[in-house]
């Protein structure tokens, strides 16, 4: 069984900028929590083990400090029990401890998870395929970590290789359960903290990727519609009210398609899912669970960073260090090295990476998951399109009625090419794809827009109109028409109500809708520059 | 003598995460630096001192490791000499540790310095008073520390007091030296770091406060003038490359009235005026220290935060637990307690706040310096003004041509006042005031402004004049005329040409000018909630 000690390091790392003195139960005199805390004289680590017949340990640890906190919940939890001030409480130790236990506790209190049964019997698992069909999660109800302990049964006649993979050896002890298979769209990690007063927060829900059933990546925040989002982040509070005592519980959910969420699992410790906030916010979660748990005032859940991600450095056929070196170059990225000896699939450290906006995220990725042989790099941090390609994450995009536009629209492109700001461009109609410009108005906040260029001519209510559905600024481009010369098109953009504002420009100027967005997105310099440019490049004598 | 254990506490702390194992030199076997970091076996750390006499202590510790890199300009440089791998090198140490000396060789150099003389007898003082003016530095050369061992001469009559606060007894033996003082308008501070290869990266220039010649309180970026900082940034950059070896540098500045810069001190090591890039930047002053000086990759030393400030905790009559707790509950704080045992005057922590514009950075921060009785609370963190009354620290600037556009840009500053967004209201005339147009537009964006909302009528040229001169985005707002119905105003408003982009909202509808400048500045999720309400307050009976 794997420790995650780093964290347990991280925590003492972090009660030490407190001033707070921390003790450590670990059977390694030697471990990494143990190498960042002296124990204040008088006091002393606990080298014991705390997986089972932890008592004794647990004793002596308790008799040195005035808070414990479990950082693991592969803990002897009959221990725990009648120590004082534990927290989170044993007995949520103990709930979680049997996933299939912490499942039918979890629907009981009505939040929504995945149907499950027991399984202790060869009979049972068939039974549980004709139930809950194909693919089915087989999984251990206790003691698994990083995937292991979980199996994908895809087909029937991998039954017999799945129980044993699972170590379900003795029938009628297998210690399994069977899960229906959740046809997630994103894996979805939310940290919540609540302190010994029940005062709750909770994190930005992230998308988890895992492979193998071992987390990768992260990325924060979750890009999901508002609603979604909003509903992952409750199901997670909800959840974590299921459970007493305080500190940081990580709550990983599955996004359905639709929108609908199911918790598949509660840590309730810091979680790996929740690493980027050491990046990502001002306080972490490592800092609130610190805070919780002592009944100091909880930090600010808020993200600091506009987006953030986290790497898991995971034992495998490449460089170590060379790919270390290769993300401590990353603007950007902060390096975490556990100085655990090198086995393959062993989590030996990670990387926090953040930035201004996803495009950038995924720019600063790529060496990264390059450097760590990451199958799915293409997918998670492609490479930037070449021109005329529309970006994977714009941060503005430019939509036009029709296919006539576009000479004038093209501009607008140009401008953001020379900026090397990521976009794309789309033919949404007002009149004739009303459903399109509802999805489009509706959905393009919640993938990382931050600014819509709309261009249309003559009855031009695109802009308009998009800026009535969405809280983007929007930029209205008035394409000259043949009757009105593009009087009309002005009109229609610029004279809104009150209330649903649309910037207007120039007619047919699609440059100035471009520069404007450039402008709103920031990097000032870059357009002051280019204003410079633009004075020397005058010609001041008008006979030359 | 202080010694900041605390940084070198933070140094092993980050060398830790990245899996390099740190010894340490202290007299104190239990300094807080030995604390965090276990010797691997084998290894022990250092209990000698190092202030003098400290060959043998270095020997015993460059006998177990690959670098050393002191901490503390304060240190026997001798020592150091011939131990291999020293980063900043010996010589660096030696020639900062006198600061006339440091003084002479940097202005040796070419690097801008104020004029000094030495002083080693009482003769000596009084005819540096008449060469150099009142009020008058006077320094130790050596020693000085947090501000002991500087006296600021005002009046002749104060010198006797001064050479005894000073520690000036035996004339002829007085090493002190006399400064010129510095008319300045900001003390600033730039981390400048440089890896052993050269490579040599800059922090973003931030302004410290001062009182009693002792750190207060340090604010990230500098508001000046673009070009004022640029110039901050590389004379602390051209001063570091009067010293050699690999590491941090803490050059410490002051900005002259009409932008000039002078060089105060410079400290190789990390420094207290730059621990606000623990908070404010992916890789803070002792990450890249740890990297530069084992010549691994330097990290970005952009900020990450848009604003970030540190306030140091220096005990004093308000009680420290408190103000801990409250800093602890202000959003986008981090805060160091050092564990150190109280004493009036001594750095015992530091808070790190960051925030994402200047009017909240200080908002955030009021608080704390309330907690910890800052006598200057209100000239650094002053509270939001009342309706109507311009914020110091605006994000959107409200122009228009004259008193008459004021009903209509009223409703513009009572739409930043529902969404609570900091804003100032000016009359800037392009044609009658176009001095004041351009120190404007030139300055809005140093001061913090993310945008421009203009109104004018008639020949409006207001907003368009302003965007030809900042590049910020630029909103016009065209003001109703008695002879064209607006229509004049509108077309010079909304018709620029390309290259200069104004965004143009209807005649006379400054509200809505407003609320593009709050979809502009962010806070997406408050602008949805306002348009929500909009809609559920249409009537959808027109009879009633």
């Given at each position: 069984?794997?420790?995650?000690t780093t964290s347990?390091?991280?925590?003492?790392?972090?009660a030490?900028?407190?001033?707070?003195?921390?003790?450590?139960?670990?059977?390694?005199p030697?471990?990494?929590?143990k190498?960042?805390?002296?124990?204040?004289?008088g006091?002393?680590?606990?080298d014991?083990?705390?997986?089972?017949?932890a008592a004794q340990?647990?004793s002596r640890?308790?008799?040195q400090?005035?808070?414990?906190?479990?950082?693991i919940?592969?803990i002897d939890?009959?221990?725990?029990?009648?120590?004082?001030?534990?927290?989170?409480?044993?007995?949520t130790?103990?709930?979680?401890?049997?996933?299939?236990?912490?499942?039918?506790?979890?629907?009981?209190?009505g939040v929504?998870?995945c149907?499950a049964?027991?399984?202790?019997?060869r009979?049972?698992?068939e039974r549980a395929?004709?139930?809950?069909?194909?693919?089915?999660?087989?999984?251990?109800?206790?003691g698994?970590?990083?995937?292991?302990g979980n199996?994908?049964?895809?087909?029937?006649?991998?039954l017999?290789?799945?129980?044993?993979a699972?170590?379900?050896?003795?029938d009628?002890?297998?210690g399994?359960?069977?899960?229906r298979?959740?046809?997630?769209?994103?894996?979805?990690?939310?940290?919540v903290v609540r302190d010994?007063?029940?005062?709750?927060?909770?994190?930005?829900?992230?998308e988890t990727?895992?492979?193998?059933?071992?987390?990768?990546?992260?990325?924060?925040p979750?890009?999901?519609?508002?609603a979604?989002?909003a509903?992952?982040r409750a199901?997670?509070?909800?959840a974590?009210?299921?459970?007493?005592?305080?500190?940081?519980?990580?709550?990983?959910?599955?996004l359905?398609?639709?929108g609908?969420v199911v918790?598949?699992e509660?840590?309730?410790r810091?979680h790996?899912?929740g690493?980027?906030?050491e990046?990502?916010?001002a306080?972490?979660?490592?800092e609130n669970?610190?805070?919780?748990?002592?009944?100091?005032?909880?930090?600010?859940?808020a993200?600091v960073?506009?987006c953030a991600a986290?790497?898991?450095?995971i034992?495998?056929?490449?460089?170590?260090?060379?790919?270390?070196?290769?993300?401590m170059?990353?603007?950007?990225a902060?390096?975490?090295?556990?100085?655990k000896t090198?086995?393959?699939?062993?989590?030996l450290?990670?990387v926090?990476?953040?930035a201004?906006?996803?495009a950038?995220?995924?720019a600063?990725?790529?060496?990264i998951?390059?450097?760590?042989?990451?199958?799915?790099?293409?997918?998670y941090a492609?490479?930037?399109?070449?021109?005329?390609?529309?970006?994977?994450?714009?941060l503005?995009?430019i939509?036009?009625?029709?296919k006539?536009?576009?000479?004038v629209m093209?501009?607008a492109?140009?401008?953001l090419?020379?900026?090397?700001i990521?976009y794309?461009?789309?033919i949404v109609?007002?009149?004739?794809?009303p459903?399109?410009?509802?999805?489009?108005?509706?959905?393009?906040?919640a993938?990382g827009?931050?600014?819509?260029?709309a261009g249309a001519?003559?009855?031009?209510?695109?802009?308009?109109?998009?800026?009535?559905?969405?809280?983007?600024p929007?930029?209205?481009?008035?394409?000259?028409t043949t009757?009105?010369?593009?009087?009309?098109?002005?009109?229609?953009?610029?004279?809104?109500?009150r209330g649903?504002?649309?910037?207007?420009v120039?007619i047919?100027?699609?440059?100035?809708?471009?520069?404007?967005?450039a402008r709103?997105?920031?990097?000032?310099?870059?357009m002051s520059?280019w204003?410079?440019?633009?004075s020397?490049?005058?010609?001041?004598?008008?006979r030359?």
């Open positions: 069984m794997s420790i995650p347990k390091q991280t925590l003492g790392i972090i030490g900028r407190l001033a707070i003195p921390t003790l450590v139960l670990d059977p390694d030697h471990c990494p929590a190498q960042v805390s002296v124990p204040p004289p006091t002393a680590h606990v014991a083990v705390y997986g089972s017949n340990g647990v640890l308790a008799a400090c005035t808070v414990i906190t479990p950082e919940e592969h939890a009959d221990a725990l029990q009648g120590h004082g001030n534990v927290q989170p409480a044993p007995e130790i103990r709930l979680v401890q049997d996933k299939f236990v912490q499942k039918k506790h979890l629907k009981a209190r929504p998870v149907d049964v027991g399984v202790d019997t009979e049972q698992a395929v004709d139930a809950l069909g194909l693919p089915l999660m087989l999984k251990r109800r206790a698994a970590y990083d995937g292991r199996f994908v049964l895809r087909e029937l006649r991998q017999d290789g799945a129980l044993a699972l170590g379900a050896t003795t009628g002890e297998f399994l359960y069977a899960e298979w959740a046809p997630f769209v994103k894996e979805v990690a939310v940290m010994v007063h029940g005062e709750t927060r909770s994190y930005d829900p992230a990727v895992q492979r193998e059933n071992i987390c990768r990546l992260v990325l924060a979750l890009r999901a519609a508002d979604d989002v509903r992952a199901v997670a509070e909800d974590v009210c299921a459970f007493a005592g305080a500190g940081v519980f990580g709550v990983e959910l599955f359905l398609d639709g609908a918790v598949n509660i840590a309730p810091v790996n899912g690493h980027w906030t990046a990502g916010c306080t972490s979660q490592f669970h610190v805070r919780a748990v002592l009944g100091r005032p909880l930090g600010s859940t993200m960073a506009r986290m790497v898991n450095l034992g495998g056929d490449w460089d170590f260090d060379n790919a270390v070196d290769i993300a170059g990353v603007k950007g902060s390096v975490h090295v556990y100085g090198w086995r393959a699939g062993r989590k450290g990670h926090n990476v953040v201004d906006s996803d950038e995220l995924r600063r990725l790529r060496p998951l390059l450097a760590i042989d990451d199958p799915d790099v293409d997918a492609p490479d930037s399109p070449e021109r005329g390609v529309n970006h994977a994450f714009p503005v995009s939509v036009m009625g029709s006539t536009d576009l000479p093209q501009k492109a140009d401008v090419d020379e900026f090397a990521p794309e461009m789309l109609s007002a009149h004739r794809t459903d399109r410009l509802y999805a489009f108005a509706q959905g393009a906040e993938r827009v931050r600014v819509i260029v001519g003559g009855a031009a209510h695109l802009p308009g109109m998009v800026a009535a559905m969405s809280a983007l929007v930029i209205g481009v008035p394409v000259k009757a009105l010369s593009g009087v009309d098109s002005l009109y229609s953009i610029v004279q809104m109500p649903i504002p649309v910037a207007c120039a047919d100027n699609g440059m100035n809708g471009g520069l404007l967005a709103m997105v920031g990097n000032s310099g870059a520059s204003m410079q440019n633009q020397e490049s005058v010609a001041l004598d008008p030359k």
